[in-house]
Structures are given as C-alpha cells and as structure tokens.
C-alpha cells in the first residue's frame, strides 16, 4: 500500500503507537521522526504528543501529521523490532506495521 492510498484523497486520520514490549531500542524510529518518536531513560521508544510530551502509558497513541506520513511509515518498515504500528482512527486498522493487512 502506498503513502498516497493510506492518506487518501480525503487524507484519512492516523494514528501510531509503539509496542514497547518488542522494541529494541535501536532509536531508528527516532532518526527518520524525532517529532513523533523519543527514546526514554529505560532505553526504549515511545510516541509523543503533539505538544512534545513523551507518552509513555500502554498503547498510548498520538496523532500522524500528514507532513510526516512518509517518515513515520519509514520507521514502521525499518524497525527491527517490528514494534511501530500505524493505524486509522476511522476503524483503526492497521495499514502498516506487523498487523497490516
């Protein structure tokens, strides 16, 4: 599925979280999006808000901003942990990570 079709023409709501219990810490995540994806003092990644708050409860969720679609759905495809999963909030379905169709 390409960037456009995940977007769409109406550019579809999504949204990213990280399954802490499968990341690695390799920090990839954060090199392509550093405004969405931080490393914390235990070592691991974790989304943050769009007011730059690390989100560290289980699950926890935050928003793609459109502009950084592309690096966001970089980081899912190359984590080796296979941790990031991005998902539209319509039906949250996953559209990239280890759970995309």
Do not use: N
Request: aromatic letters at 4%; a negative charge; one cysteine or more.
């Amino acid at each position: 599925m390409s960037v456009q079709q995940v977007a769409g023409a109406d550019g579809e709501e999504l949204e990213v979280w990280i399954d802490q219990d499968l990341c690695t810490g390799d920090g990839i995540c954060a090199q392509y999006a550093p405004e969405v994806f931080e490393l914390d003092i235990d070592g691991l990644a974790y989304v943050k808000s769009a007011d730059d708050e690390l989100l560290q409860g289980t699950g926890a969720t935050t928003p793609v901003p459109l502009p950084l679609l592309t690096d966001v759905i970089d980081s899912a495809k190359e984590c080796p942990g296979e941790c990031i999963h991005v998902r539209r909030v319509s039906d949250r379905a996953e559209v990239f990570g280890p759970d995309a169709e």
